[in-house]
């Protein structure tokens, strides 16, 4: 009997612990998922990151249930137009110039990295992501190829100061 209670709990157990994981886990509802380029064991490549914390309803705009998040502290942002060069423009392989969050106002860009097997990047115009592979974490970095004609606004963080965030996976965001 006390062997069958003792299995019950531990199912039991298992069971709320699987529940409060599948709930926990973020998800875009509830917070800005976003991809984030970053160089780690001396490589590029993009992990899926759940910023936290999540969405909070304006207090101000509450009748219309804006959500509203956090970027963090930002320091010394950039604003810049990519020439209409007839052609998609080859950054070529480079470090991020800081830890900063990227939004690609106009365009879209395909973003690469050295060793074929690592997932690829897709940036549609209006995406917001985060660059983070700057010197000394990865030799190479990552390869940019934008659209001519492409506004990209970039907005680094203040020194230390990079949002709190879980990672989800170590591909891109679905
Ligand atoms: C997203 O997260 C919220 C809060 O944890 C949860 O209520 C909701 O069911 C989740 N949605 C999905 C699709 O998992
Ligand atoms: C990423 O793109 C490059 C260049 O187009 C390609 O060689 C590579 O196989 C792609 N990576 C994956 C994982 O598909
Ligand atoms: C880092 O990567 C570069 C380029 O792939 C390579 O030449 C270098 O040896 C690597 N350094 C370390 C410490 O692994
Ligand atoms: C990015 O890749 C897609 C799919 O391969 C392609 O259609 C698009 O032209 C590429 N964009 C640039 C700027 O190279
Ligand atoms: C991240 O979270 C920690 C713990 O809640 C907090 O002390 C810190 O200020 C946060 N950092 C940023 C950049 O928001």
Known sequence: MRFFSLIATTLQVSAL???TAAVNRPNSTTTLLVNAIVGKQNASSVECWAVEPGFQ?????????NNILQLGSLSSASYSVWPNAGGPIDLGFHNAPAIQWVVMLMGGGNITFP?????NLTVSPGELFIAADVAGTSTDGHRTVGDSGSVVLQMPFEEGAIVNHTILSYSPCN
């Open 115 to 119: 060793d074929p097997t690592t997932p």
């Open 57 to 65: 309803i304006s207090p101000q705009l509450d009748k219309t249930g």
């Open 17 to 19: 612990a699987l529940g």
